[in-house]
């Protein structure tokens, strides 16, 4: 009692003060930072309000906030999820505000799609990281800016080109052939896994080349959390799309309060993150003279390897890239109506010259209440992105045109890559098979440009205060161009000017090849829900909901090819009316239309806060399932025992919580092309014969996922060490594989779609720690850190698929995977290198030409650590992440590198001659794919290290301004002798998707960023 | 409630259930007459030639199969060129598995012939049509059981559920036989570059000569009527009304002229120069050294004791000029000093002489590797259609009808007269030396017919045209130690069914050993 008179004297003196100070004045600015009573911690995203007032605000991450409030107001009401609702005194410039925590933190919302659940009421596993957590700094697409921050989540950059597409895996890969790619949902709507980006369209760079990344458009500083579902009880209410996991994203939204801008900027420089050694000039010199090579300054009349000089051509090929980040965010609105509005530009230079990527962002969302029982809300979204790509040829191919990296590492080191002395003129080796990088950068154009807009609308109405009935209706348009040209003056088969053609010849002079394509993508979608959330009577808690769901797909394009065109100074495909006739190949294809149906429902029962229950099921109906199985059903049961809320646990109040948890349930992958059920024939040729290309399955269905999962949280000190385990068992059975059809086939080579018998398991534990080790007002240390261990499997499955292509010159036929039963998926099957011959020189295998199985690509374990320190104003956070015990094929060193490059003009790795020469390799060693070439692949990443300075305000307009420095992708420990471990270059056989191949792909780049983020 | 329920209609009758019928894009669900999609009897037939492209022309398909699993040709790895992961080492060195992808696309190319042909009798094809098909089929059929001894077919294309049925050895000849029995009559008589009736009946020939091997691979047994079927057909071809005779310039028979010049030729693939052609260039790409006119990719060779089965004087070795053969490459085999057309030597990529050794070796390993082995030009060089050369492919000589009547009265068959543009010969010596001492060979006649000599006249008449395994198992040769090769057990006498077929088709079973 004394100390609320103590306090209520005191804040009256400090209105007494502020009246002071603000007298004559119509407003007054209150400003204060708003933490937990828990730990001290500063609450973000907490609304601000003036009582009786629609003026507010909200804090920004670092707590903070400040507000414009009439003078003659005295009261703010602050409230804040997990928090609850806090009244105090608006005294003055500065009023802090300590926030209990209500539940003990419980009271979380975590969002499980069509709709939230309450933390305390979960029963799956789910992953949730806050904006506060992503990995700080610019990041390109959304997925990046979780990776290595959940257990079972790994998260791989396929290569270093900005934009590049990622590989993301939850709980392993339990599909060969249908995609392994968790369902990505943005605010309520689900995105497609394909990129209208059309790809590339030379044929020796061929569909090999990467692939944009398809959650590019969305801009990472819109998103405020992301929300990772796990097992079947979380993932079930995807049903058909849920088996390998979900990922909602929620985007920010704007909170009650005075107009707030905010801004935020960044300048960053990359730089390769590792280049790989080749032999120098003088080196590889000594090389041809050590193996017996002339060495003579090559001229026409004496022909040798050494032309002279030294040339590093993949330092001629890479640069420093500066990337620029600029974000404008504004966002107000009163209780009824809010809004916020988000720009974003971003400018990054790849590390390979003539690469680099642009993104600009607008978006604005929007939430009205309406009638005067504000019964009636309609959320609205509209979120337009446009990507631009200049993409340098780099693809997984070997041929001429997709190599770039390749051509530059082979790149004999003593020949110039200039002619004479002249800058101007490059070394173009007309007549040879060796093509200069820097001319050959010089001469490719691709130019890549995606347009996406996302819009929605979402009327809700409140029937009762328990009963929501709501609507959301959706477009994703998402719209790709790409052009490319290759000038007729560099040195490939049929691009160059043929200079032997006679002048009357129509083609004299002519040359080139250019390209143009476009594709279109466009999803609708209508979601119709009614929820139900009330508490029954004192110990029966029901949150459910149930809904329907339709979404229609359509994706569409074509594409315009020449050769041998008229030259010109101006990009080539402008003038592709010039192409001879003859070359000329225009194309046009437009998919199925996917239409998706679905009815849904889940209840979550939690009875005396200490059992929960929840129950799932989605009906899903599909037009790409064959017309016998055109709806399936997905369940899920689960339950939660609290026991911290036991009375036996009462006594024990170390403990905070302590939640078991068991789920299991049946959800499904139907990443398969529309039209694939049915008999389907294709126009080829011209005048044009229909053939035969897919044979009907009237069976066809989704990939079935069983998942069992069981898990505990437990924390303790006050939520501040808090351990989440979970073991988890997932059999995917009715593997999707496109089967060649039964021979004979028509001479299109039909396929058939068929769900095989086998079935992957992937099982494994999930480690997740979190601590706050300490806790003062003025120092900071919060550690994190997640383990995963996993196991894959294929059982009961009949026949072998290889996969894993290995191409190249005198590498027809050649793979490196092999897809078998008892085996995990993506095994490594090769000969065994046994060393070499001492008397040949060459390369010994145990049993000859047998092959073995040596090993996955699939790591055994997954981490990932983060470190944040706060001190005072300073902040230091330090992210790392890691895959251990698997191998990666590095076909760089292999394809590109060998020893035996000595042989015909090219240049040798530097590890791989040294190693060559201890081992007594010889010029002639042919290098079959071999253990020799595989490598562990374990490491661990420093990918993101950030310091960041909190200036506060600054003058009169600018508040919490902070300062960054942040690095990504610092260093790496691995014993891994390519580019980066962390890698996925696709090397499909048949178009069975290989994994961890490393196949000379855009090298990763180091970044340092410097940042100033402020508010107004 | 009675809110939720009229918000509830409302809601749901936005969307109305949706029944879910896929529609198509720009694939569709007919491509028969009945889909007015433009496939007709003829433009099947024309897909059908078109499909025998691939799997005979091209150097990993049949050819693959039945020259580098034999003594005439072997593939050695050069550095890290035609490593090609082993797939061509294994081949020779019989040690091929389920997963050879050369062997595995050989099969699966060979059924697409099946299926094309199939797929044409359902289109209302005229008689000389269907009986055209059926005669690329039976081809393509042999083919399987020579080389699996199981072929899959389908009895009807357009149910594309249908799981294909099989037919092993005997079974599958019988059936290959009475295709062949009842065509004949339909086909027309030529040209050599069309399904014809000649053509039906050297495959007749090839089938009865070869029952014996179908039903037993390992110890065949060869019975009189089947040799007496040989000779009549035999005489039958000889005395058709396309006047076969035997070409002035052996190498005619394969010339860019050949669909002409090749008197010899009963039947071949067309190919048309310039623009529609098989890969029959990879003949002479696969050969020639890089630094050769044109450059070739440094492959093929042929072994020296193979070569040494040929007389100096033998024709059919090569070394002589050939009209448009003017930058230094001659046909036959290249052996030595290679020339430039200026007659300067030529030299390999390390500046040492272009000259082609005798011998050879699976893998290379010496600093000569590039220039190892003796070099084989069956098709003369077509310099002016670029890589779709003018050459027709040949499937069927007339020598080889001579050839086939003389090892059917050595195995028993009933000999006849020759007629007299062949000689009029009635022993089989006498109608092998008639091929023999023709000018265009030039080969001293033999004393004796032997089966020995026999496999080694056949060797010399048809080296790499693509039948040497076939006769290598015929005359029990194939399992026998050569160069570069050990001897390998009776598995290797028939190809494994790929694993990818088998998966695919519950009604192949997978060949024994494998």
């Known amino acids: ?1016 | 409630m009675k809110k939720i329920l009229i918000i509830t209609i409302f809601a749901t009758s936005l969307t109305a259930c949706s029944k879910l019928e896929e529609k198509l894009g720009s694939q569709q669900t007919t491509g028969g007459s009945s889909g007015g999609g433009g496939v007709s009897a003829s433009s099947v037939l024309a897909g059908t030639y078109e499909a025998m492209k691939l799997p005979y022309q091209d150097q990993s398909r049949v050819w693959a199969s039945q020259e580098h699993t034999s003594d005439e040709c072997i593939a050695p790895t050069r550095a890290g060129d035609w490593d090609d992961n082993g797939v061509w080492r294994v081949l020779h060195s019989h040690q091929w598995d389920a997963n050879h992808s050369f062997l595995a696309d050989t099969y699966r190319d060979l059924g697409r012939i099946v299926f094309s042909a199939t797929d044409l009798l359902r289109l209302n094809p005229t008689p000389a049509q269907a009986a055209e098909a059926r005669l690329l089929r039976a081809l393509a059929m042999y083919q399987l059981l020579d080389g699996w001894d199981q072929v899959p077919y389908r009895l009807n294309t357009a149910n594309t559920e249908e799981v294909p049925s099989v037919r092993k050895g005997v079974v599958a000849a019988d059936y290959i036989i009475s295709e062949l029995n009842a065509i004949i009559a339909d086909l027309p008589v030529g040209p050599a570059n069309r399904a014809n009736k000649d053509a039906a009946r050297v495959l007749l020939m090839r089938m009865y000569i070869n029952k014996g091997v179908y039903a037993k691979r390992a110890a065949p047994t060869f019975s009189p009527a089947d040799m007496n079927q040989v000779i009549t057909l035999a005489d039958q071809i000889m005395t058709s009304p396309r006047n076969y005779s035997l070409a002035s310039n052996y190498f005619d028979n394969f010339s860019k002229t050949n669909e002409t010049t090749g008197s010899e030729n009963i039947w071949t693939g067309d190919n048309i120069g310039g623009s529609s052609s098989g890969n029959v260039r990879s003949r002479w790409f696969c050969t020639l050294h890089y630094n050769s006119s044109p450059s070739g990719w440094n492959g093929f060779t042929t072994l020296s004791d193979f070569y040494d089965k040929f007389e100096t004087v033998d024709k059919r070795r090569g070394g002589n000029p050939y009209p448009g053969m003017t930058q230094g490459v001659l046909p036959g085999f290249l052996i030595g000093q290679q020339f430039n057309g200026a007659g300067t030597p030529l030299t390999d990529r390390n500046g040492a002489p272009l000259s082609f050794t005798r011998a050879v070796k699976s893998v290379e390993v010496g600093s000569n590797l590039e220039v190892t082995g003796i070099r084989v030009i069956k098709y003369p060089i077509d310099y002016t259609s670029g890589d779709n050369a003018a050459n027709d492919y040949v499937y069927a000589r007339i020598s080889d009808v001579l050839y086939l009547k003389a090892e059917a009265i050595l195995r028993g068959g009933t000999a006849t007269n020759n007629p007299a543009t062949f000689g009029g010969s009635n022993t089989a010596l006498g109608i092998v030396n008639f091929v023999r001492a023709h000018p265009s060979r030039g080969a001293t006649a033999l004393s004796s017919l032997t089966l020995d000599n026999l496999i080694d006249e056949r060797g010399r008449e048809f080296y790499w045209e693509g039948t040497r395994r076939t006769d290598l198992i015929r005359f029990g040769k194939f399992l026998a130690a050569w160069q570069e090769k050990p001897a390998s057990t009776s598995k290797y006498l028939i190809f494994p069914i790929p694993a990818r077929s088998l998966a695919a088709n519950p009604n192949l079973t997978q060949n024994p050993g494998y």
């Open chain 1, 1 to 1016: 009692m004394k100390l609320k008179l103590l306090t209520k004297r005191f804040i009256y003196a400090l209105l007494c003060m502020a009246l002071t100070l603000t007298a004559g004045a119509q407003t007054k600015i209150v400003s204060g930072k708003v933490t937990s009573d828990k730990d001290g911690s500063p609450i973000s995203g907490a609304s601000v309000v003036a009582k009786g007032t629609t003026t507010g605000t909200q804090t920004n991450a670092s707590g903070e906030y400040s507000i414009e409030v009439g003078a003659t107001a005295t009261k703010l009401v602050i409230s804040s999820v997990g928090f609850g609702t806090t009244e105090v005194n608006a005294n003055g410039a500065n009023t802090d505000v300590v926030m209990k925590a209500t539940g003990e933190g419980l009271t979380e919302v975590v969002v499980i799609g069509y709709g939230t659940a309450r933390k305390r009421d979960l029963t799956g596993s789910v992953g949730s990281v806050s904006a506060k957590n992503f990995n700080k700094g610019p990041q390109t697409s959304a997925d990046q800016l979780i990776q290595g921050k959940v257990a079972g989540v790994q998260v791989i950059q396929n290569n270093g080109a900005p934009g590049a597409g990622t590989t993301v895996r939850i709980r392993g890969a339990a599909s060969i052939r249908a995609g392994n790619t968790p369902l990505f949902v943005i605010d309520g709507i689900p995105l497609s896994n394909t990129n209208s980006r059309p790809d590339i369209g030379f044929t020796d760079v061929g569909g090999g080349s990467p692939a944009g990344n398809p959650l590019n458009f969305i801009n990472p500083n819109d998103i405020a959390s992301m929300d990772v579902l796990k097992d079947a009880s979380a993932a079930a209410i995807y049903g058909s799309r849920g088996a390998n996991g979900v990922v909602l994203i929620t985007t920010k939204r704007g909170a009650a309060g005075l107009p707030k801008i905010e801004f935020n900027t960044s300048v960053g420089f990359s730089s390769i993150a590792k280049k790989l050694k080749v032999l120098n000039g003088d080196e590889y010199r000594s090389a041809l003279a050590a193996n017996g090579f002339k060495t003579s300054v090559s001229t026409a009349a004496v022909p040798t390897s050494n032309y002279g000089s030294n040339t590093d051509a993949l330092g001629a090929i890479i640069r420093n890239g500066i990337t620029q980040n600029y974000g404008i965010a504004i966002s107000s609105g009163s209780e009824n109506a809010r809004y916020r509005l988000s720009l974003g530009y971003l400018d990054q230079e790849g590390i390979i010259r003539k690469s680099d990527f642009k993104k600009y962002n607008a978006s604005i969302s929007s939430t009205v209440k309406m009638l005067d029982s504000k019964k009636l809300s309609v959320d609205f979204n509209v979120s337009t992105a446009q990507t631009i790509e200049n993409i340098a040829p780099i693809s997984n191919s070997a041929g001429a045109k997709g190599s770039l990296i390749g051509q530059a590492l082979q790149w004999n080191p003593t020949r110039s890559l200039y002619r004479g002395t002249s800058p101007d003129s490059l070394n173009i080796l007309y007549g040879s098979d060796l093509i200069n990088p820097l001319a050959y950068s010089e001469a490719y154009f691709d130019l890549a440009k995606v347009t996406t807009v996302l819009a929605s609308v979402s009327p809700s109405y409140k029937l009762t205060n328990d009963i929501e009935v709501r609507t959301l209706m959706s477009v994703n348009y998402s719209s790709g161009l790409r052009k490319q040209y290759l000038t007729p003056y560099i040195n490939v088969q049929d691009i160059n000017i043929d200079q032997s053609l006679p002048s009357s010849n129509p083609n004299f002079g002519k040359g080139g090849e250019a390209n143009v394509s476009q594709n279109e993508l466009v999803t609708k979608q209508i979601t119709n829900t009614i929820s139900y959330n009330k508490q029954i009577n004192k110990s029966i808690n029901l949150n459910a909901v149930v809904g329907h769901e339709y979404i229609k797909t359509d994706f569409g394009g074509n594409s315009e090819y020449g050769r041998k065109l008229q030259p010109t100074d101006r990009p080539y495909y402008y003038f592709l009316s010039s192409s001879d006739p003859s070359t000329r190949q225009t194309n046009g294809f437009q998919d199925p239309t996917q239409e998706l149906q679905s009815f849904f429902g889940r209840a979550i029962v939690n009875l005396n806060d200490k059992y929960v229950i929840t129950g799932t099921i989605r009906a899903d109906g599909s037009s790409k399932f064959g017309k016998n199985n055109r709806y399936g059903t997905f369940p899920s049961i689960a339950g939660a025992w609290n026991l911290s809320k036991e009375n036996f646990m009462s006594g024990i109040s170390e403990v905070s919580n302590v939640k078991i948890r068991a789920s299991y349930g049946l959800t499904g992958n139907q990443e398969f092309p529309a039209g694939a059920s049915q008999l389907t024939y294709i126009l080829s040729g011209n005048p044009g014969t229909f053939g035969q290309a897919q044979i009907a399955n009237p069976d066809l269905k989704w990939e079935e996922t069983k998942t069992a999962n069981i898990g505990i949280d437990f924390s303790i000190l006050k939520n501040r060490l808090a351990f989440t385990v979970d073991y988890f068992n997932k059999n995917t059975s009715n593997i999707l594989f496109p089967r060649e059809a039964a021979d004979p086939v028509t001479p299109n080579g039909a396929i058939k779609w068929t769900n095989i018998d086998g079935n992957v398991r992937n099982k494994g534990f999930e480690f997740s720690v979190n601590a706050a080790v300490i806790q003062k007002s003025d120092f900071n240390l919060n550690v994190s850190a997640n383990i995963t261990l996993l196991q894959n499997k294929l059982e009961n499955f009949i026949g072998e698929i290889p996969t894993g292509e290995v191409n190249g010159q005198g590498l027809s036929g050649a793979f490196a995977q092999l897809i078998k039963t008892d085996y995990p998926i993506n095994s490594f099957y090769l000969k065994k290198f046994t060393g070499i011959d001492k008397t040949t020189g060459i390369s010994t295998y145990e049993g000859g030409e047998q092959k073995f199985f040596l090993g996955s690509a699939n790591p055994k374990t997954l981490a990932g650590l983060t470190i944040n320190v706060g001190y005072k104003k300073l902040n230091v956070e330090m992210a790392m992440n890691g895959a251990f015990g698997h191998f990666i094929y590095n076909n760089t060193s292999k394809g590109v590198l060998a020893f035996k490059n000595l042989n015909s003009n090219k240049n040798v790795g530097k590890r791989d001659y040294e190693l060559g020469l201890s081992l007594g390799e010889k010029p002639v060693n042919p290098t079959s794919a071999s253990s020799r070439y595989l490598e562990k692949g374990d490491y661990l990443k420093m990918s993101n290290l950030t310091a960041s300075y909190n200036l506060g305000s600054l003058g009169k307009n600018i508040k919490s301004s902070s300062f960054f420095v942040n690095a990504q992708n610092l260093f790496v420990i691995t014993k891994f002798s390519g580019f980066d471990p962390e890698i996925n270059v696709s090397k499909p056989l048949n178009g069975v998707a290989s994994f961890g191949m490393e196949n000379t792909p855009y090298p990763s780049s180091r970044t340092i960023n410097l940042g100033f983020n402020f508010s107004l």
